[in-house]
């Protein structure tokens, strides 16, 4: 939607690029994950290196010489600093982020240990497995997700990632949760197979090449609106549905009305959601009385 929406506004033609440009933007997102990955590996060694400093001080203090070490002890942090799916993919992508930018490791480090989370965490030196991961569960949810430094940074780094942080967010979440100390952690593939991958640019092209097409599938619908009234992410949102309902068997009806609909909530106007799906479930039913909608496989699924 965003790709073709910049087609629009740049007034250009040059569907291979723009075409490079977004798939480029979603394998980025690998390095989001492993960026936001590797921020609990460095906060662990950040705090190894403070306490090791720490010690070794002229006037040291009992505490400082003997430190509660439950922290740089934790067993999920130990996990992921150890994990063979991690090192490689983090190699591989060449993430080497912290290393240049520490200073939002410290920061975030710094608001970790004055927070309640830490000191309840730390009040005890014995610990288990799954008071480790509660831990860090809590602590990436309160305290790493939403640090507004770190959000800057990101968004900095690469403007492509202010959609793509709540979804990387939400994968390191899931796969924090469900983390046991058989050491099951994979980093996740980006695409789940070839025909997903292969989805990206086949909606992408068949919208932008087809745009006259779909749009004069809406264009009578709607009575009361003027066509040139409609807002430009709304036309985008309306081709890419309409699209999906003819040109791919494999994908239900109601997944598409209920996809785009929630890109509409999320991108257009207040009343968007309400207006365009009025105007699918019309289409819908004209499509289907002419016999236009031809659904296979996955994509007979009526719910």
Same mark, same amino acid.
């Given at each position: 939607m965003q790709s073709i929406y910049a087609l629009h506004q740049k007034s250009s033609d040059d569907i291979e690029k723009e075409? %490079?440009?977004?798939?480029?933007?979603?394998?980025s997102i690998q390095d989001l994950y492993l960026?936001? #990955?590797?921020?609990?590996?460095?906060?662990? %060694? @950040?705090?190894? !290196? *403070? =306490?090791?400093?720490?010690? +070794? +001080?002229?006037? &040291?203090?009992?505490?400082? @010489?003997?430190?509660?070490? %439950?922290? !740089?002890? /934790?067993?999920?942090? =130990?996990?992921?600093?150890? /994990?063979?799916?991690?090192?490689?993919? =983090?190699?591989?992508?060449?993430?080497?982020?912290?290393? #240049? /930018?520490?200073d939002y490791i410290l920061i975030l480090l710094n608001e970790i240990k004055q927070s309640s989370l830490y000191q309840n965490y730390m009040s005890t030196k014995k610990s288990s497995f799954e008071e480790? @991961?509660?831990? &860090?569960?809590d602590m990436f949810t309160e305290l790493i997700a939403p640090n507004e430094k770190l959000y800057e940074y990101l968004e900095d780094n690469k403007l492509t990632w202010v959609d793509?942080?709540?979804? &990387?967010?939400?994968?390191?979440? +899931?796969?924090? +949760?469900?983390?046991?100390?058989?050491?099951?952690?994979?980093?996740?593939?980006?695409?789940?197979?070839?025909?997903d991958q292969e989805f990206v640019s086949s909606l992408f092209r068949k919208t932008v090449l087809n745009?006259?097409?779909?749009? %004069?599938?809406?264009?009578d619908k709607t009575p009361n609106w003027d066509a040139d009234r409609i807002a430009e992410i709304d036309t985008i949102i309306l081709k890419m549905a309409i699209c999906e309902f003819?040109? *791919?068997?494999?994908?239900?009806? @109601?997944?598409?009305?209920?996809?785009? =609909?929630?890109?509409?909530?999320?991108?257009s106007t207040p009343k968007s959601s309400i207006f365009i799906n009025g105007i699918l479930d019309n289409l819908v039913k004209e499509f289907q009385n002419e016999n236009k909608i031809q659904k296979t496989g996955r994509g007979l699924i009526q719910n």
């Amino acid at each position: 939607m965003q790709s073709i929406y910049a087609l629009h506004q740049k007034s250009s033609d040059d569907i291979e690029k723009e075409e %490079k440009f977004l798939l480029h933007s979603i394998d980025s997102i690998q390095d989001l994950y492993l960026i936001m #990955m590797s921020s609990l590996i460095e906060i662990r %060694k @950040k705090e190894v !290196v *403070f =306490l090791d400093a720490s010690s +070794k +001080k002229h006037l &040291v203090t009992p505490e400082e @010489k003997n430190p509660n070490k %439950k922290f !740089v002890n /934790n067993a999920i942090l =130990l996990l992921l600093e150890e /994990n063979n799916s991690l090192s490689i993919a =983090l190699e591989k992508r060449k993430i080497t982020n912290w290393s #240049m /930018n520490d200073d939002y490791i410290l920061i975030l480090l710094n608001e970790i240990k004055q927070s309640s989370l830490y000191q309840n965490y730390m009040s005890t030196k014995k610990s288990s497995f799954e008071e480790d @991961k509660e831990f &860090v569960v809590d602590m990436f949810t309160e305290l790493i997700a939403p640090n507004e430094k770190l959000y800057e940074y990101l968004e900095d780094n690469k403007l492509t990632w202010v959609d793509d942080i709540p979804l &990387v967010n939400t994968q390191i979440l +899931k796969q924090l +949760k469900q983390i046991s100390e058989a050491d099951d952690f994979r980093v996740p593939k980006l695409y789940k197979d070839q025909e997903d991958q292969e989805f990206v640019s086949s909606l992408f092209r068949k919208t932008v090449l087809n745009e006259i097409e779909l749009a %004069k599938e809406y264009i009578d619908k709607t009575p009361n609106w003027d066509a040139d009234r409609i807002a430009e992410i709304d036309t985008i949102i309306l081709k890419m549905a309409i699209c999906e309902f003819l040109k *791919f068997p494999s994908i239900p009806v @109601k997944v598409t009305i209920n996809e785009y =609909l929630e890109i509409a909530k999320e991108y257009s106007t207040p009343k968007s959601s309400i207006f365009i799906n009025g105007i699918l479930d019309n289409l819908v039913k004209e499509f289907q009385n002419e016999n236009k909608i031809q659904k296979t496989g996955r994509g007979l699924i009526q719910n």
